[in-house]
């Protein structure tokens, strides 16, 4: 049963892997053998989870990415290539929740919908889109990191609910064209104590009402995504694909 998760000769790009969930999908994929590129803006700390990697059993190379720029996602799919051949897993969990995107809608600057959208959501496409021509080989797999803000309404963060939602509508649709070529799914966290959602879970009342709201009455640590991305990128889940699956704590299932 155990090799139905293993990732030996598998080639993973995870992209936000500089910390939180990225980071700790990198390590679960290296643990499981894979040979991992953790990518992101930050050049030091992507250096960090490459080397996390390595102790983790994997291999690791850092590749710094803004997956809102073209020229740079298409640098990070050639020189992923050109080092290890190909690409066999990628990993859209690069996201961003900006300030001046949240509030009622009546609030919210045009510029952070803009933002919030051009990372979490066409960064994600267009890293598929450039990915597409390498993962083209039978045993390809992508998996979208969304939300539970892509199943369900959070109030007062329109423009992360719309990127969410459409990261999982293309989940969907990228699923039929690709098979029977490449598996598509997406991964739905509740919440999980990273910085991007600090400041949130430090603001006592908040927290209070968000454990309230979740069954399990805890948030996740970023480890607990870990092995459903292993799962999603290795055998174990060969027939599965358009699929998105919720890590919540049971948010949705109220
Ligand atoms: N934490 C939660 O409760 C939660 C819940 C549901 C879903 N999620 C989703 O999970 C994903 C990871 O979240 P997290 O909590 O781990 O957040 P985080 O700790 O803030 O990490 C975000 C990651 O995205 C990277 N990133 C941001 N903009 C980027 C860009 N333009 N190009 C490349 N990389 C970029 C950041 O790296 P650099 O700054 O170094 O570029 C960082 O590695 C996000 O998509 C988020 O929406 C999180």
New binding site residues.
């Given amino acids: 049963m155990g090799e139905q998760f293993d990732l030996t000769g598998k080639v993973a790009v995870v ?10 999908i990198a390590i679960g994929l290296g643990a499981a053998g894979a040979t991992v590129v953790p ?4 050049t030091e ?2 250096e960090a989870t490459a080397e996390e990697v390595e102790a983790a059993g994997g291999t690791g190379l850092a590749i710094t ?5 073209e020229e ?1 996602i298409t640098n990070l799919c050639e020189e992923t290539v050109a080092e290890f051949g190909g690409i066999d897993v990628l990993v ?6 900006p300030e001046n995107a949240l509030g009622k809608p009546e609030t919210v600057d045009v510029e952070g919908f803009d933002q919030t959208l ?3 959501l066409r ?1 994600a496409f267009l890293c598929a889109q450039t990915a597409a021509e390498y993962l083209q080989d039978g045993e390809g797999s992508v998996i979208n ?5 892509g199943l369900v309404g959070l109030p007062r963060q329109h423009p ?1 609910v719309a990127s ?1 939602h459409g990261l999982v509508g293309i989940t969907k649709s990228m699923a039929l064209d690709w098979a029977p070529d490449v598996r598509v799914n997406a991964i ?10 600090e400041e949130a879970l430090e603001n006592e009342s908040i927290r209070e009402s968000l454990l309230n709201r979740t069954p399990l009455n805890r ?2 640590a ?1 480890a607990e ?1 870990a092995g459903p991305a292993v799962f999603l990128a290795s055998d174990a889940s060969s027939y599965v694909t358009g699929s998105c699956l919720t890590v919540d704590g049971g948010w949705t299932a109220q």
Avoid: L, W
């Fill in positions: 992209t936000g892997a500089s910390r939180g969930i990225g980071r700790a990518t992101a803006r930050t700390d992507i990415a803004d997956v809102a720029e740079s859209n969990n690069a996201g961003m929740n051009a990372v979490n960064g990191i969304a939300s539970v803000g992360y969410k739905a966290p509740g919440y999980v104590e990273t910085e991007f959602v948030f996740a970023p995504m």
